[in-house]
Structure formats: structure tokens, C-alpha cells
């Protein structure tokens, strides 16, 4: 229990957007949209907004909370399959932008998972190279790769950014520190190739002088049912399994912090589990799915809620385009 969660940060676009306007775009409806998935709105990134601005807000924000200054980080990883660039990567701008001068960065591209994956990843460098501090991102601007005319994913997705900063109770001394009270318990990070939801880059298909191709849109596409039936078996093969490798049963987890893809992924989760639903936190209502920005804003506004107490189990848990599928049991 060595590396835990020193603070965390968000920052999400100024434009909401109320299911009622999404009947502009196709047949729907707000009852629809609520009964299928419990959103009511989400935010999209308008005109004078990017993706990078939220990057570098959600990680000031973290760095913030965690009490940290931006030098003393050694160790940055931006999940994202939508930064506004490739080269510079999105966690070479945010470096750049917040100075954090010492810093080891990179991007990773696991989708709705990406965030779980960089916990994973940034505990593993941080154990391997005796790093003391991790600034750790999700963020994605699905609305800029969304298919305006396919009613059954427009409805779906939002723009965020959020994250954490991470420390290691072991930097310096080399030795771990039993008597740690918080920290990453365990995780359970697995991937399974299906393309029930894929997303094509465009760019690469432009044909060259030596090979033929035509622009295509770059725009998700999904098989929702297949999607909904893997999430629901994927996320309760994680609760259980995770919570055994942490060596707790799931009445040990005060909260659970999930994908906020669909509320009634989550309660079928539940109810088959036999988790009560107040110890979902859910805030999809607000802000749809924001792929690897997901359970980092949930996280975010969780521990700036009433509820979070120190020493509390939170358990997370993601599933995503890949398919992927992550979860970790973390003592705050
Ligand atoms: N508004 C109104 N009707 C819609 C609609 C919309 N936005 N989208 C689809 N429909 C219609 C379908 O056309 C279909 O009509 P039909 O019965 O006349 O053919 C009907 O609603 C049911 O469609 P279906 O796809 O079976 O709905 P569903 O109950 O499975 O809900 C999803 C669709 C996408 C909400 C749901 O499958 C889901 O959430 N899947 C998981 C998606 C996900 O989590 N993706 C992200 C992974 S990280």
C-alpha cells in the first residue's frame, strides 16, 4: 500500500447540453435518452473551448488538491484516443503548460479504460523507478468524433478531463511502508479483442501514391447491445475479482466508482451483485459518457463530496472500446 491518491481534479466545458436538444439532431426524445440510460445532459466542447485547455485545468486542479508544485512531478500520463495533437502529445502539452520540467510523460490510448490503465501503468513506473509524484489524466472530446446522424451513439457521450496526482510513501527510502494507511490495494487490468466498438482513423486511410484509399469519417461505431451485455459481465467479474485479490468481500467497499457509461449497466450490476444502489456513485445524469475522462470526474467529485471520509474502500471499475476492461480497490 504504497502508492495512493493525493488529490484529484476536473474540468469539463461551459456548454451543457439537455437532452431536449438533441432532438434536433435526430429522432429522440428526453424519454427516451433518460429511460435507456438514465443521462439527462452532457457537456460539449463549443467553439473557444479544447480538449487541451481541460487537460491542463483538470491537472492544475489535481497538482491543487494533492499540494503539490508542478517541479517536484516526476511522472505524467495522459489517457486519450482524442488529443487536439498527436505530436505533441497531449501529455507533452500539458507538461509544457503546467512546467512540470521533470517530468517522464506519454499518452496511452485504451479508451473508456485509458484512466484505470494509467493508474495501473504510473503504479508500476513509480514502484519500478522510485518516482515520488504522478499526475494521471483522462480526457476525451467524443463529441469531435461522434456521428451526428446515428442516433444511437450522438445521444451518448461528453467532453471532459480529470485526473489525479499520485504519491509514493516508498520514494527516497526504498522501503515500503507498512504502516500506510491509504493507497492502491490491488488492480485487475485485462483486455479481450472484439470490434463491437471501433473507431477508424481517418487520416490514415487518405490515399497515397502508392496505395489507394478513400477519407473516411472518423466517427465511433457500435454495437450498443453487444456492448451493454459485455459491460454488465465484465464489471461483476471485476468487482469480485478484485475485491478477493485486495483480500476484502464487496460489503468491505464503502463506495464504488464505475464507467459512467449507462445507469442501468450499473444497477443491473448491482442488483445482481446485490450492491445497494446508494453505494453507486453516479454522475451520468450530468455529463454522459466521457470515455477515459468517465471515472476520474467521478472520482473527483466524489471525494469533494460529503461523502468521502478517510480510510474509506473505493473500488473503480471500467470497460471499453478494445473491448478493455480494468478495476482497482484503492483506500483514499
Ligand atoms: N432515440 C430513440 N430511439 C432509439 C435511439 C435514440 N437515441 N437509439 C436507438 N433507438 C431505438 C432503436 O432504433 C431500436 O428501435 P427498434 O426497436 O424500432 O429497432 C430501439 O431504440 C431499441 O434499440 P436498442 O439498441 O436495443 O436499445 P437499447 O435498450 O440496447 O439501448 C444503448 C441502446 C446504446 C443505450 C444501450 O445498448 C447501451 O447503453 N449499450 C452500451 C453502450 C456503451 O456503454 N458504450 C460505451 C462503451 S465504453
Redesign the pocket.
Known amino acids: 500500500m504504497s502508492i495512493w491518491i493525493a488529490g484529484t481534479g476536473s474540468a469539463t466545458p461551459s456548454l451543457s447540453v439537455p437532452n431536449s436538444e438533441?432532438t434536433k439532431f435526430?429522432?429522440?426524445?428526453d424519454e427516451?435518452?433518460t429511460t435507456?440510460?438514465g443521462i439527462k445532459e452532457r457537456r460539449v466542447l463549443s467553439q473557444d473551448e479544447t480538449l487541451q485547455g481541460l487537460v491542463d485545468k483538470a491537472a492544475e486542479r489535481a497538482l491543487e488538491a494533492a499540494g503539490v508544485v508542478p517541479k517536484e512531478v516526476d511522472l505524467c500520463i495522459v489517457a486519450t484516443i482524442a488529443g487536439d495533437t498527436l505530436v505533441p502529445s497531449t501529455s507533452s502539452n500539458v507538461k509544457r503548460a503546467l512546467h512540470m520540467e521533470r517530468a517522464v510523460n506519454f499518452d496511452l490510448n485504451m479508451?473508456?479504460?485509458g484512466f484505470m490503465y494509467a493508474l495501473w501503468t504510473a503504479q508500476s513506473l513509480m514502484l519500478a523507478n522510485n518516482f515520488a509524484t504522478a499526475v494521471v489524466i483522462g480526457a476525451e472530446q467524443l463529441s469531435r468524433m461522434t456521428d451526428w446522424g446515428d442516433?444511437?451513439?450522438?445521444?451518448?457521450?461528453g467532453d471532459a478531463a480529470a485526473g489525479c496526482v499520485l504519491k509514493n510513501d516508498m520514494a527516497g527510502s526504498g522501503v515500503l511502508d507498512i504502516n500506510a494507511k491509504r493507497g492502491i490495494i490491488a488492480s485487475d487490468i485485462r483486455s479481450h479483442y472484439d470490434d463491437t466498438?471501433c473507431l477508424q482513423v481517418s487520416g490514415l486511410t487518405t490515399p497515397t501514391p502508392f496505395v489507394d484509399g478513400e477519407d473516411l469519417p472518423h466517427v465511433?461505431k457500435?454495437n450498443?447491445?453487444?456492448?451493454?451485455k459485455?459491460?454488465t459481465a465484465i464489471m461483476q467479474e471485476h468487482i469480485e475479482s478484485v475485491t478477493k485479490k485486495a483480500g476484502m468481500t464487496i460489503d468491505d467497499i464503502d463506495y464504488f466508482i464505475p464507467?459512467q457509461?449507462?445507469q442501468?449497466?450499473v444497477a443491473h450490476v448491482a442488483k445482481v451483485l446485490g450492491i445497494p444502489m446508494e453505494k453507486m456513485f453516479l454522475n451520468v445524469h450530468k455529463y454522459g459518457?466521457t470515455?477515459a475522462a468517465?471515472v476520474p470526474l467521478a472520482l473527483d467529485e466524489f471525494m469533494r463530496s460529503g461523502n468521502a471520509r478517510a480510510g474509506q474502500n473505493l473500488l473503480m471499475v471500467?470497460?471499453?472500446?478494445g473491448l478493455s476492461s480494468a478495476s482497482c480497490v484503492v483506500k483514499v
Open positions: 438533441m435526430g429522432d429522440t426524445s427516451w435518452i435507456a440510460t479508451a473508456c479504460s442516433r444511437s451513439t450522438f445521444v451518448l457521450f466498438l465511433v457500435m450498443g447491445r453487444a456492448v451493454f459485455f459491460a464507467h457509461a449507462n442501468r449497466i459518457n470515455s468517465s471500467a470497460f471499453g472500446g
